[in-house]
């Protein structure tokens, strides 16, 4: 299949350009002038092509509504673990078919704006049981849907009601971890590792299990205050460290000179009212930045969202339009160790997105209202 345009491709530049598609990857791509021969042609006209974009921190296996909390929030109540808890009860109540179907309607809006890989936590369940029945709604869910899904262990969201951290680390190292990998359930462990969540040395416990049980570990680091969760992370070869509100210049001078990723999730610091992540210095140093979505079930639960975090990384966060797209793409490919997505490298999985926008420039002009014409993913056309 040859992809063949007037307007523009993204971030490739050229113009008019040819995409060519062999076996689900990107066989070729250069100027339509150029362009190798093939049957099956498809005329994209001025539309923007992009990369189908990568969102890489989401929590969608969640039940009940927590507006009530925002509001009250914005008036000034404080952001605690009870939240959380709260969302774990309602959870924890809800049948399989009603989580699942849940699930898909979040991930069927993520794909509908243009997430073509969608990486999904666990983490409302807090026990063996339930976390394993989360993360088998995620397995169920992806394997009829065509979006990308990769699934991370979230079990160290929240100590439950009734146990100590010490306690329930231990639970999740040493009895959740391996029965989630003996399953094969995710592929990443993350931890709540902030102020008033999991500390540090908790933190360490459950990555050194995650490691022995050969899962990769990505952190919610310096969200609520700076506790070094950034340093741990990167020590630790933590695929991405996420979050970031409270980073000083010492903890982006340590991502700069790490492979970890800082992810940034703009959408629920704003929710929060909070201080926006350091996105500019974090370039600046040469880190690698990713923005995600961050869509969950208490602090901004927007899924299909990604246009909108694209347009928010260029207005607020001080990125061009450019860095913005490729944070949303290939940064987030790089959050998930997946070299092979969010590129138009030829060798990469022909994910792409043709845009109703002439210019990557709509996603900070129209703000979350920029919206795909047409899907590929592994260069099979999705239906919309
Ligand atoms: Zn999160």
């Known amino acids: 299949m040859l992809l063949t345009g007037t307007g523009r491709l993204a971030p490739a ?21 150029d362009a190798p021969d093939d049957d099956q042609r498809v005329e994209l006209g001025s539309a923007l092509v992009t990369p189908g974009l990568v969102d890489s921190h989401t929590h969608p296996v969640f039940a009940g509504d927590r507006s009530d909390e925002a509001a009250a929030r914005l008036e000034g109540a404080p952001y605690t673990d009870g939240g959380i808890l709260r969302t774990v009860a309602a959870t924890r109540a809800a049948d399989g078919a009603t989580l699942e179907a ?34 088998r709604i995620i397995r169920r869910v992806a394997e009829r849907m065509p979006l990308r899904v990769v699934a991370t262990f979230l079990g160290a969201h929240a100590v439950p009601a009734g146990a ?5 680390a231990a639970h999740v190292a040493e009895d959740m971890i391996p029965a989630v990998a003996a399953e094969g359930l995710a592929e990443f462990v993350d931890v709540f590792s902030d102020s008033g969540f999991f500390d540090l040395p908790a ?32 020590r630790l070869r933590a695929a991405s ?4 509100e409270q980073l000083d210049a010492g903890g982006v001078g340590v991502l700069a000179a790490s ?10 610091a704003i929710v929060l009212r909070d201080r926006l992540p350091p996105a500019r210095a974090l370039l600046d140093a040469g ?18 969202s990604m246009p909108l975090v694209i347009g928010l990384g260029a207005t607020l966060l001080d990125m061009s339009i450019g860095e913005a797209l490729t944070a949303a793409t290939a940064g987030g490919a790089a959050a998930l160790r997946r070299v092979d997505l969010g590129t138009l490298r030829v060798g ?15 996603f900070a002009l129209r703000l979350g209202a920029v919206r795909p014409l047409r899907t590929w993913i592994s260069g099979e056309e999705i239906g919309l």
Do not use: M
């Open 259 to 268: 492979d970890t990723v800082a992810t940034l999730l703009s959408a629920p």
């Open 203 to 234: 933190t360490e416990r459950i990555a050194h299990a995650a490691k022995e049980a050969g899962l990769g570990l990505r952190l919610h680091a310096e969200q609520l205050a700076r506790t070094g969760a950034t340093e741990l992370g990167a």
């Open 102 to 135: 849940l699930v898909e309607g979040r991930l069927r809006a993520a794909l509908a704006a243009g997430t073509t890989t969608v990486e999904c936590k666990s983490g409302y369940g807090l026990s063996l049981d339930e976390e394993l029945r989360h993360l």
């Open 287 to 304: 880190a690698t930045v990713a923005l995600a979505s961050d869509a969950n079930a208490g602090t901004y639960s927007g899924f299909g």
């Open 164 to 168: 100590s951290l010490d306690e329930y």
């Open 241 to 244: 460290v996420d979050h970031l």
């Open 348 to 362: 990469a999985r022909a994910d792409l997105v043709a845009w109703d926008a002439e210019h990557e420039g709509a």
């Open 13 to 33: 530049g050229v113009s008019p350009w040819a995409l060519q598609v062999r076996d689900g990857r990107i066989a070729w791509v250069g100027a339509a002038s």
